[in-house]
């Protein structure tokens, strides 16, 4: 079996894993499946929360996905993973010492592991529309959208599914203009914030 195919079966368990727990996910994906389009066509990027970011990569890496970038935060970081062809993994951590202690990272990571996804982000191509028809359908959005209209990269996260009482996954809205595939730091600090706000 070629690496592509055990890559595409590894990403496939980890979208059901998600899928299972996220109903706003769940929603979109139902959508989508009438249509014959799915969900995992349209998935921007995939987050992972971890404790240490460059063992929970080696799953990654050795399906070809390499280093793109370190994202710095006040109290956590975040490292980028590509592979043409593929979402890009996001995955971050609390800085160790006093730094990262008002992180609700280690939290996150100490009732859930790593090895489930914290969010899927689907690319959309208007996030007012998507968010008004998602709402329609009874999903909730934490905060507001970050990022400016007409910006190169518009965001938004639903309110978090709740597992046991804590909160555990989100769905993220992105709109992406001007080929823009990166990321921005005090967006994704917003996208963070948004979430704590309403009390994750």
Do not use: C
Request: charged share 25%; net charge negative.
């Amino acid at each position: 079996m070629s690496t592509g195919r055990n890559l595409d079966d590894v990403l496939a368990r980890y979208f059901r894993d998600y899928l299972s727990r996220n109903q706003a996910a769940m929603t979109l994906k139902r959508r989508l499946d009438e249509l014959g389009i799915g969900l995992a066509p349209l998935a921007d990027h995939l987050a992972i929360r971890t404790d240490k970011i460059d063992r929970r990569a080696e799953e990654f890496l050795q399906f070809g996905y390499s280093f793109s970038e370190t994202l710095d935060y006040t109290d956590w970081y975040a490292k980028v993973y590509r592979k043409p062809g593929y979402p890009p993994l996001f995955i971050d951590q609390a800085y160790e010492g006093d730094r990262g202690k008002t992180s609700v990272i280690p939290q996150w990571v100490a009732q859930f592991g790593d090895r489930t996804l914290h969010h899927i982000a689907v690319r959309v191509e208007d996030i007012e529309v998507a968010i008004a028809r998602l709402q329609q359908a009874g999903v909730g959005f934490a905060g507001t959208i970050i990022g400016e209209k007409g910006g190169p990269l518009r965001q938004i996260f639903t309110v978090p599914e709740q597992v046991n009482g804590a909160p555990f996954s989100v769905l993220e809205l992105a709109e992406r203009h001007e080929g823009y595939l990166g990321f921005m730091p005090p967006q994704a600090d917003g996208l963070m914030r948004s979430t704590v706000l309403t009390g994750a």
